[in-house]
């Protein structure tokens, strides 16, 4: 089955409803050759997954120009996709000791120019701003974002990791829609369901996305009793509907009325064959809450 689009009406733009995450490209067993990483971005493809979420650090800076590389080798493919990538963050080093965030219009610039040249194309069609920063200034953001839409250099601003107050604050200066808040979310990670995060996606109508849908793999590899009573409730039911445990999982993810946009993190093309595969085994209510009980060790209140 192909993944279909998700549109996102604000922006009159479309997304596809399962994301290819870029974030472990570099760890691949089998390499990140230039091949390899085409292999990857074909498959994701041919199954329509025309989604790809970066960030600037990703692979210690170099996962971009790894991408890149085989855009400029596959020219053909830029048309094809939709790249996303973050900014925001930076990590300790030589130029700075100390971890923090910088959200000022001069390293927002100076990230997505620089992630342009890396990806070896034209325009971004979305940025995010990695973490929120105690020191960002929402109004001298909103400029820097309509300033660089105006210059085509980027078609959408959204927002990642970020509270639902964060998100209110920025919205409140910014004239245009921000694209999306991109949070973290799992069986094992639930927050995001009921600290108004969700809620707040779609009173303003636009579709979360999901990193680390898997737990970091913890729902294939379960380490404590609530992860194993979870990956055996997820082997039942996927026995019962003929058909693999993370096709379940991924499934979960589409009941929830936000539209959530879950980040496949995997590097091997079998496994984003099988997620694809999802929307073939719809759940029922009463299956989709049978899957949070055991996950969160207690039923609803």
């Known amino acids: 089955m192909m993944v279909p689009q998700i549109e996102f009406p604000k922006h009159n733009f479309s997304i596809s409803r399962l994301v290819y995450g870029i974030w472990r490209l570099h760890e691949d067993p089998l390499g990140a050759s230039v091949e390899r990483i085409y292999e990857k971005i074909q498959t994701c493809l041919n199954f329509g997954i025309d989604t790809f979420d970066h960030a600037d650090i990703y692979g210690d800076y170099e996962n971009e120009e790894r991408f890149g590389i085989v855009l400029d080798k596959h020219p053909a493919i830029k048309s094809k996709i939709k790249i996303i990538t973050k900014c925001g963050i930076q990590v300790p080093g030589v130029k700075f000791p100390t971890k923090h965030y910088n959200t000022s219009k001069e390293h927002i610039r100076y990230s997505v120019e620089r992630s342009l040249r890396k990806l070896k194309v ?29 210059e085509g250099k980027a078609k959408h601003f959204g927002v990642s990791n970020f509270t639902t107050s964060h998100f209110q604050m ?52 379960p380490k404590t009793e609530t992860e194993s009573k979870t990956h055996q409730k997820l082997e039942m039911m996927a026995k019962e509907k003929g058909c693999k ?33 999802c929307f073939s085994f719809p759940l029922s209510r009463v299956e989709w809450f049978s899957l949070l009980e055991v996950a969160r060790g207690k039923e609803v209140a």
């Not at 325009?123 to 909103?142: A, F, G, T």
């Not at 973290?184 to 809620?199: A, H, Q, V, W, Y």
């Not at 999982?249 to 539209?259: I, K």
């Open 122 to 150: 034209d325009c971004l069609d979305v940025v995010l701003i990695h973490r929120p920063d105690p020191l960002m200034d929402p109004q001298e953001m909103s400029e820097v974002f309509e300033t660089l839409i105006k």
């Open 170 to 221: 920025l919205q409140s200066v910014y004239k245009r829609p921000l694209f999306t808040n991109q949070v973290e979310f799992s069986l094992f990670r639930t927050e995001p369901i009921f600290d108004g995060t969700f809620d707040q996606a779609i009173q303003y109508g636009f579709h979360p996305m999901v990193w680390s849908p898997t737990a970091g793999g913890r729902i294939f590899s």
């Open 245 to 277: 445990i993370d096709q379940i999982l991924y499934s979960w993810f589409l009941n929830h009325p936000a539209g959530l946009v879950p980040i496949l993190g995997t590097n091997d093309p079998k496994r984003i064959q099988s997620a694809a595969d």
